[in-house]
């Protein structure tokens, strides 16, 4: 990817996050020790981006049958994860859906929400399997990581009445897939050249992912949501800046 066109996606993620990734995080992540955490927390946070997106769908947007479809979908992925089961190949882009999912009658947005959502999920297994991919040929063998507190930071923010729930969680997805960004890009010039140019090729789908997360949270809202915007933006950055024991893809300045 060009210098002028990554510039040309990171514009809009600095102005939408409200600080950018502290330098002593860098330091952090470039430490030989930290490697295999970068790696494996990577992997979770990609498995973890589209188990979000396909809860979405699943609660707000299709019916039982299609939800059955969704999980079978995420089966190999979870399989791996969670049970050390790996036939070896993944199947993100070839498997996908069997069939159209159905929305659910009574939810303006659904088509969108499944349209959005169906294609960041794709992209997010695929994303998972180029990380375990790199990190077989290094010989860092998959194991699970206690997550880090970013995520469940962020939820917190969230309102707890619907529909404010659903466009606060959507702000939020959006502000996690800009930060991912925004760390891949400020973090890939210091790292060997398959994960610099690995964590360049990331940069076009994030930053989509991040701009179709907040064209649904306007969408669904329905109204002015600078006020929500604003909240949960101040809250990302205080746990990128806040000092955090843990070190991890979306973690504070290492304490
Ligand atoms: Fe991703
Ligand atoms: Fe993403």
């Not at 089966?75 to 498997?95: C, L, M, S, T």
């Not at 360049?200 to 949501?225: F, M, N, P, V």
């Amino acid at each position: 990817m060009l210098r002028q066109e990554i510039n040309t996606l990171l514009t809009p993620i600095h102005g939408f996050l409200h600080c950018q990734t502290p330098d002593s995080w860098i330091e952090a992540a470039i430490q030989p020790d930290n490697q295999s955490i970068l790696l494996r927390d990577h992997a979770n946070c990609e498995l973890k981006a589209s188990q979000t997106a396909m809860w979405l769908i699943r609660k707000y947007a299709v019916d039982a049958a299609s939800g059955e479809q969704l999980l079978a979908w995420a089966k190999p992925y979870e399989d791996f994860v969670y049970r050390g089961v790996r036939d070896g190949i993944f199947h993100a882009r070839k498997n996908g859906l069997s069939a159209p999912l159905t929305p659910k009658v009574g939810f303006a947005h659904g088509q969108a929400l499944i349209d959005k959502m169906v294609r960041l999920i794709k992209e997010e297994f695929h994303h998972f399997e180029q990380v375990i991919e790199i990190m077989d040929a290094r010989g860092i063998r998959y194991q699970p990581l206690e997550a880090g507190r970013y995520a469940k930071g962020l939820m917190r923010a969230a309102r707890t009445h619907e529909p404010a729930t659903l466009v606060d969680k959507l702000i939020i997805g959006a502000y996690i897939e800009a930060r991912s960004c925004e760390r891949f890009a400020k973090v890939a010039p210091h790292l060997d050249d398959e994960l610099q140019k690995f964590y360049i090729s990331l940069l076009r789908s994030e930053a989509r992912h991040y701009q179709d997360y907040l064209t649904l949270a306007e969408t669904i809202a329905g109204k002015d949501i600078r006020d929500r915007i604003q909240t949960i933006g101040e809250r990302e950055a205080e746990l990128i800046q806040a000092p955090d024991s843990q070190f991890r893809f979306h973690s504070g300045v290492p304490a």
